[in-house]
């Protein structure tokens, strides 16, 4: 694959995709994801993390929610990323990370992950270009040793909005009383910095692609949820699991 | 550093080193690096992890009780690694390891480390060759994390003991009763793959050199002693550490 330019990526659905013959395809394919988390759970080979990174407003906890929260909790753990600790920063930044990478049989998913050590503080230069560099080497060997040693199969999906429709979104916040709860005076600071990120986050697609980053066009829920449940169910119908029979 | 050649490596002190004049200069180290590790703390800055490794009876307990073991235990933790439990098995062989890596300000002692994972596992045959290469490039990925990502320095001992030393070591655990907790019959089993062993530590040592390993003559406990006291002792000294002053 080429290198990534989020500008000429649409951030929208295909012209002419049936919104309600896609939203009932993702439902089937949420159906069966339960079915298939069941089979890793019981036959214990694999483990999945699923990395969500998008801007403020572009959708990643209504992915959780909706596509990836319908599987048994036992089995699907989520992990949120904040701002660190002071006992997380006395740490390598990958310390806080490998915690919480997926046992065998589980999914893991990240609400934010690492990628912010080499993006939010990259944008406000928390984070020199050198340690960048350093850091992206770092993630690589650290989803390497996820992949080679733990049977771990890595999806990252970045939920692509346009600018336009983060401000709506953000706005939102400010107005519609289930929504308030997320609303952040900052978040309208961080919006400013918009061709800063998008350099950045184009950067770590580029340099940290093994395995490739899933860009999803995100203006529209349906279409972000459907591409994302495609990619999950493509993943594990993929991965041959058979329930193990009886223990000898 | 050339190939280690473990055989042609002496198990004991240099000829004619004074032992009384040895442990007079290990204790005036031992006292100092109390002064130095409370510095280390203080300062905030820098951490050590102190990796043990060696046979049975090559005396890696002796060492953190006589020579670690006098230093302030709010600043210098010890995480003894045992056969991995169902929960680490779950997951990549540097999980476990990673938990324990020291923040800044600390000394980790490991006693035994990840590298049972390509040493005791080899010797088994629990782990193939394919397998171990690709451990070793792990490991010296996570090192690197370590070092370069939370001013980490690493301090690698190898305890090196003649199998005639282990076999008397091993025999008094039988007949002291101070001793006879430590007696485990598997161990006498061990020590029979002895060659293999020897070769799996210099592959580690060879492949997994950054930083270097300190091959430490074993077979006389004074002489150990002062050699790993003296090695922590010349590490700390060396980082050129301050009192930080008053907070501003």
Same mark, same amino acid.
């Given at each position: 694959?080429?290198?990534?330019?989020?500008?000429?990526?649409? *951030?929208?659905?295909?012209?002419?995709? =049936?919104?309600?013959? *896609?939203?009932?395809? *993702?439902? #089937?394919?949420?159906?069966?994801? /339960?079915?298939?988390?069941? %089979?890793?759970?019981?036959?214990?080979?694999?483990?999945? @993390?699923?990395?969500?990174?998008?801007? /403020?407003?572009?959708?990643?906890?209504? $992915?959780?929610?909706?596509?990836?929260?319908?599987?048994?909790?036992?089995? $699907?753990?989520?992990?949120?990323?904040?701002?660190?600790?002071?006992? +997380?920063?006395?740490?390598?930044?990958?310390?806080?990370?490998?915690?919480?990478?997926?046992?065998?049989?589980?999914?893991?998913?990240?609400?934010?992950?690492?990628?912010?050590?080499? @993006?939010?503080?990259?944008?406000?230069?928390? !984070?020199?270009?050198? *340690?960048?560099?350093?850091?992206?080497?770092?993630?690589?060997?650290?989803?390497? %040793?996820?992949? +080679?040693?733990?049977?771990?199969?890595?999806?990252?999906?970045?939920?692509?909005?346009?600018?336009?429709?983060?401000? +709506?979104?953000?706005?939102?916040?400010? #107005? /519609?009383?289930?929504?308030?709860?997320?609303?952040?005076?900052? =978040?309208?600071?961080?919006?400013?910095?918009? =061709? $800063?990120?998008?350099?950045?986050?184009?950067? !770590?697609?580029?340099? !940290?692609?093994?395995?490739?980053?899933?860009?999803?066009?995100?203006?529209?829920?349906?279409?972000?949820?459907?591409?994302?449940?495609?990619? $999950?169910?493509? %993943? @594990?119908?993929? %991965?041959?699991?058979?329930?193990?029979? @009886?223990?000898?």
């Amino acid at each position: 694959m080429g290198k990534i330019k989020l500008k000429e990526l649409s *951030t929208r659905a295909p012209e002419g995709l =049936d919104k309600k013959e *896609t939203r009932e395809k *993702t439902e #089937k394919l949420v159906a069966e994801l /339960d079915e298939l988390q069941n %089979l890793l759970f019981a036959e214990g080979k694999h483990s999945v @993390l699923v990395v969500i990174q998008g801007m /403020d407003g572009s959708g990643k906890d209504g $992915v959780i929610r909706n596509v990836l929260g319908n599987m048994n909790p036992q089995g $699907v753990t989520v992990k949120s990323y904040k701002a660190p600790t002071a006992e +997380e920063l006395s740490h390598d930044f990958l310390w806080r990370i490998h915690q919480y990478a997926p046992a065998r049989g589980m999914i893991q998913v990240f609400n934010r992950s690492h990628y912010e050590d080499i @993006l939010i503080t990259r944008v406000h230069k928390w !984070c020199d270009d050198e *340690t960048a560099v350093k850091r992206m080497k770092a993630i690589n060997d650290f989803e390497q %040793l996820l992949q +080679e040693h733990n049977h771990t199969h890595i999806l990252k999906f970045y939920l692509h909005i346009s600018p336009e429709e983060q401000h +709506e979104r953000l706005s939102e916040r400010m #107005k /519609d009383p289930a929504k308030m709860w997320k609303y952040n005076e900052k =978040d309208f600071e961080e919006a400013k910095l918009w =061709d $800063v990120y998008m350099q950045m986050y184009e950067e !770590c697609f580029n340099e !940290c692609n093994r395995p490739e980053w899933t860009i999803v066009p995100a203006d529209q829920n349906w279409y972000k949820e459907y591409i994302i449940a495609s990619a $999950v169910h493509e %993943l @594990l119908s993929g %991965l041959g699991m058979q329930f193990p029979g @009886l223990k000898k």
